[in-house]
């Protein structure tokens, strides 16, 4: 199976692969796509992104994440960037989608 994690930022898109026990910011940052980030703790949001595909090779929400973003949110498919930590490698789509 093919293990390809795709991250769409604000102007950069990258097929990168996916690192277990890394956040979807830090691939990002890693590979020089645009991605919106502050705080890197959970509580500013602009990492939001909509997890376009495989959600399943993502570690649960953390508490940042279940406080900051609405469990609605959550169900549909958000994630903090900053905290979504890749749990195993498979493929995953990820899209920065801040609020702003
Ligand atoms: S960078 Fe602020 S919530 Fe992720």
Same mark, same amino acid.
């Given at each position: 199976m093919s293990s390809i994690l795709e991250l769409i930022g604000r %102007? #950069?898109?990258?097929?990168? +692969?996916? +690192?277990? /026990? %890394? %956040?979807?910011?830090?691939h990002a940052i890693k590979h020089k796509v645009d991605w919106q980030h502050m705080c890197t703790r959970g509580t500013c949001a602009r990492c939001r992104c909509y997890i376009e595909e /495989? @959600? &399943?090779?993502?570690?649960?929400? %953390?508490? @940042?994440?279940? @406080?900051?973003?609405?469990p609605e949110e959550?169900? +549909? /498919?958000?994630?903090? /960037?900053? &905290? @979504? #930590?890749v749990k195993e490698a498979g493929s995953i789509t990820a899209r920065n989608k801040t609020y702003f």
């Open positions: %102007t #950069v898109r990258k097929s990168v +692969e996916p +690192e277990p /026990g %890394t %956040t979807i910011l830090e /495989g @959600a &399943q090779f993502l570690a649960e929400p %953390t508490k @940042a994440e279940i @406080a900051r973003l609405d959550i169900e +549909e /498919g958000y994630r903090l /960037g900053c &905290q @979504a #930590v």
